[in-house]
């Protein structure tokens, strides 16, 4: 599977949030420098309200712009299949039968892309998967404590 393409999929569904929390952010500008909202009594939020939601608002954008410039210039390393796992590695675990592919990245855990009808997730060494991996190879197992249970995953490949 192509990495390049999972990181393009997912940049895409970056820049549509980015639209989307910009053009709300400028909204909420506009709500909070409106002549309305202008304070009636002592008791009256709404301007101060609407500040607080776009400088969120505009926070958020620069996050997802640092998460953008992250990705795109991401450098994805070619795993042999004998390799550890690191940042950059494409990685099939198995838990209980269930296949999933995940890919270890710097930002965006919790991102997905579909490509060539495969979902894909994003995954971050904070995570405790994505700490339980590092280092692991084709055929170890790793359990991770969530949700008061235990699984075990086992890695399928590393590509």
């Known amino acids: 599977m192509n990495k390049q393409k999972i990181i393009e999929q997912v940049v895409l569904k970056l820049e549509k949030e980015i639209a989307f929390v910009t053009d709300a952010a400028r909204a909420a500008h506009l709500a909070a420098t409106h002549e309305e909202s202008r304070a009636e009594d002592s008791h009256d ?6 500040s607080y939601l776009a400088g969120a608002q505009a926070n958020r954008v620069a996050e997802l712009k640092k998460q953008c410039l992250i990705l795109k210039t991401l450098v994805l390393p070619v795993f042999k299949s004998t390799d ?3 940042l950059g590695a494409l990685v099939e675990l198995d838990l209980e039968g ?4 995940y890919l270890l990245v710097e930002t965006g855990g919790g991102l997905s892309a579909v490509v060539d009808e495969k ?3 994003l995954l971050t060494l904070q995570a405790p998967l994505g700490d339980a991996l590092l280092g692991k190879r084709a055929g170890e197992g790793v359990e991770i404590e969530a949700q008061n249970t235990v699984r075990e995953y086992v890695v399928k490949k590393v590509s």
Do not use: P, Q
Request: glycine residues 6%; charged residues 25%; without cysteine.
């Open 45 to 50: 939020t709404r301007g101060i309200e609407a």
């Open 84 to 86: 550890a796992i690191a």
């Open 98 to 101: 269930r296949r999933s592919l």
């Open 119 to 121: 979902t894909v997730h």
